[in-house]
């Protein structure tokens, strides 16, 4: 339910002091015991996006197309660097992250750590993954071992016990087994088994005419890969097809990203017992007991299309190709960590061929992705001591109540909804639980062995470690501390089984938050965030979660009727963009944040009007535009960003976030507010007819 459509990213700096200035929050924790001094923010070279009226394009009316208006000069000045395949307002963010970052790892691995700490751990990670002479010279002979185990698979039994073993490891490529809390009892966790084992995007890239030369050019990547691992050219080229056809089948059965979507597609509980009759030849309970958790009386096992083509083909897909299938994968899994062939192959396909990036990431950058990979949440302790003090989080806590306030108001007054859904509705507002900045309580990594040796080790190492750590919940309570992201994040997320909204310390940065903004760009841009996650308690997903977290219908069939019909219009508005040609957006994939988008900004626009009314001193035009008009413009420079071909292409395939582009112009084209602030007349391009405005929240 992320409010992004990119990768992680983020980190508050420049506002660090000037939220400080807010006053202390006595109730807060500090980050660590040890506070480290303050980041010197002067060793930052890449500057913030915020709203500028120099970047505002007169020739483009607002009415007509407010991306356009506000984003097209800045947007034509800055294309994609060659090592991005996106760039904007949170690939800014990002860069300026991995500064903070850079420097840190770097301070770990020089230090004089005490063995075993968290310092000591990430150096480890850092000075092997840097090291690429000893990484040059190792080859494959790192991965040899699991390699070895591969090439002695020769009939079902081994196989399977390979599949459980690798597992448990966490290098499962099959399909996926997680942790999370019951859907029907929010309270407790239980494991999650779902559908995997593709190396393309998702199930369409199988079977789309438009991705023939996708699909050709994997196949000649799966064959450089088991060629460079020592297999005969000719034979790799063979091998490659049966790997092909073997994902074919597995992407025949599984679901879509669309059909994905649906909660009760994702959840289905049963035992062990009852799971190993519907495949006979993987036993659910010998995997349980090799993970050693326990998970034999209750577990989710959705996708029964897909879990019934697997076990079909443990009987009838002949040894070699299982093993041309794993040794593909777990060379191809391991690529980032391994000699330079390997990492260049593996970019060459995923991050040029299917993107479009025209060179790959300097070496840190790509090593200190894999610290965070590893150790993100130790590396954001590390982040929050140097640059993220506890007072912060008071502006927030403070801009979160007013939003909050102005849903309320919402849900009150809402025409469309009968009392008895109302009466839930309010419920879960009320039960909302909101998590600004970081954990009050930090991970421990005790458990973790790193050396100065390996990179792929340290990187398996902590694999290995992370996948326990999940394990090691299933049967227990959920823990309600817990994060899902990391602090240096620039990102936020809502939580269903939890009710949580999620703001990570990093998002406090224009243009996000400014503390030394007028109200309108604050609320056009973390404000609108606080609202998004707030409205993803109420999406077309969301929605079928109670407050307390519980997938449980509260709506009475009439307003579900209602809601429905509402976001059909949404899905229809999002459909009829068409973002490359002949290629539109999928309104029924990016549904959840569509709806996100239109009440969270909705939301955040009322609660300006709050505020401002409150304080009328602060309702003044800037640069010759109103509250009201930089409320909305603030909007789109959040979505300022360029993307490349492959890239967008992929995303419009996949991501649940519509293009920026349409994000930026989708939810104001149905709000008669915006008209209002820019004088918009029936008819223009921005203001959607009646009969096709679509109102939800």
């Known amino acids: 339910m992320n409010f992004r459509n990119l990768a992680p990213l983020g980190l508050t700096l420049a506002i660090a002091a000037s939220l400080a200035a807010c006053g202390k929050n006595e109730t807060a924790p500090a980050a660590s015991a040890d506070a480290k001094p303050a980041f010197d923010l002067s060793q930052i070279k890449t500057p913030l996006i915020s709203l500028n009226s120099a970047d505002l394009d007169p020739s483009i009316s607002a009415c007509t197309d407010l991306n356009g208006f506000v984003n097209s000069k800045w ?56 090291d690429e002479a000893k990484i040059e010279a190792a080859g494959l002979a790192p991965l040899q071992p699991q390699l070895d185990k591969i090439t002695a698979l020769n009939d079902t039994a081994a196989i399977t016990q390979y599949l459980r073993d690798s597992q448990a490891e966490g290098k499962g490529v099959l399909f996926s087994l997680f942790a999370n809390a019951d859907y029907k009892d929010s309270g407790n966790v239980i494991a999650y088994v779902g559908q995997g084992g593709l190396g393309l995007p998702e199930k369409g890239y199988y079977f789309d005419d438009a991705q023939a030369k996708i699909r050709d050019a994997y196949v000649a990547y799966i064959a450089q ?205 009320a039960s909302f639980t909101p ?19 390996s990179y792929l080790g340290n990187m398996q190492a902590a ?77 077309d997903s969301g929605s079928q979660f109670a407050a307390n977290g519980n997938f449980d219908n509260w709506w009475t069939d009439a307003d579900r009727k209602a809601f429905t019909q509402r976001t059909d219009q949404l899905v229809a508005q999002f459909d009829g963009y068409e973002s490359v040609p002949g290629v539109f957006v999928k309104g029924k994939l990016t549904l959840g944040e569509n709806i996100g988008d239109l009440g969270g900004l909705t939301v955040a626009y009322d609660a300006l009007q709050m505020a401002l009314k409150e304080d009328p001193k602060a309702n003044v035009e800037v640069d010759g535009h109103s509250q009201d008009q930089r409320f909305f413009m603030n909007w789109a420079t959040v979505w300022r960003r360029n993307f490349t071909d492959g890239e967008l292409r992929v995303r419009l395939n996949t991501d649940p976030h519509a293009p920026a582009n349409f994000r930026a112009n989708g939810a104001p084209s149905n709000m008669p507010s915006f008209a209002a602030a820019f004088q918009c007349k029936a008819g223009d391009a921005m203001v959607r007819a009646d009969d096709k405005r679509v109102v939800i929240w």
């Open 75 to 130: 947007l034509k000045a800055n294309p994609v660097p060659g090592d991005q395949t996106t760039w904007g307002s949170f690939e800014i963010l990002r860069e300026r992250s991995l500064e903070v970052q850079h420097a840190l790892v770097q301070q770990a691995a020089a230090s004089q750590a005490k063995a075993g700490s968290v310092e000591a751990k990430i150096g480890d990670i850092w000075k092997t993954g840097n």
């Open 435 to 453: 998590k600004i900045g970081y954990p009050d309580k930090w991970r421990d990594w005790a458990g973790l062995q790193t050396n100065g040796d």
């Open 463 to 539: 694999r290995a470690f992370n996948y326990r750590y999940m394990l090691d919940k299933i049967g227990k309570p959920v823990d309600k501390t817990e994060w899902g992201m990391t602090p240096q994040t620039v990102n936020a997320y809502y939580n269903a089984t939890k009710n949580e909204i999620v703001f990570p310390a990093a998002i406090l940065q224009a243009p996000f938050f400014d503390a030394k903004a007028d109200p309108a760009l604050n609320y056009g841009g973390i404000g609108a965030v606080i609202g998004h996650e707030m409205m993803h308690g109420y999406d």
């Open 225 to 429: 890969v088991l060629t460079l691992s020592g297999v005969d050219a000719a034979q790799a080229a063979e091998q490659a097809k049966a790997v092909m056809a073997f994902e074919t089948r597995l992407a025949k059965a599984s679901m879509s990203r669309i059909e994905m979507r649906d909660p009760a597609k994702r959840y289905n509980p049963l035992s062990a017992a009852d799971a190993d009759k519907l495949t006979p030849n993987f036993s659910w309970t010998a995997l349980f007991d090799t993970l050693k958790v326990p998970a034999a009386q209750k577990f989710s096992l959705a996708q029964p299309g897909f879990f019934g083509e697997m076990d079909k083909m443990l009987a009838d897909v002949p040894a070699s190709t299982w093993q041309a299938y794993l040794r593909f994968h777990t060379i191809d899994d391991a690529s980032p960590y391994l000699s330079s062939q390997f990492e260049k192959a593996n970019f060459e396909f995923y991050g040029s061929t299917l993107r479009g990036q025209k060179e790959m990431q300097p070496r840190w950058k790509r090593v200190l992705e894999s610290v965070n990979g590893g150790m993100g949440e130790a590396l954001g302790q590390l982040y929050v001591d140097a640059v993220f003090p506890a007072e912060s989080k008071v502006a927030m806590q403070h801009l979160v109540e007013n939003l909050s306030q102005a849903l309320k108001a919402r849900l009150e007054q809402l025409p469309w909804m009968g009392e008895e859904t109302r009466k839930k509705a309010l419920e879960k507002w």
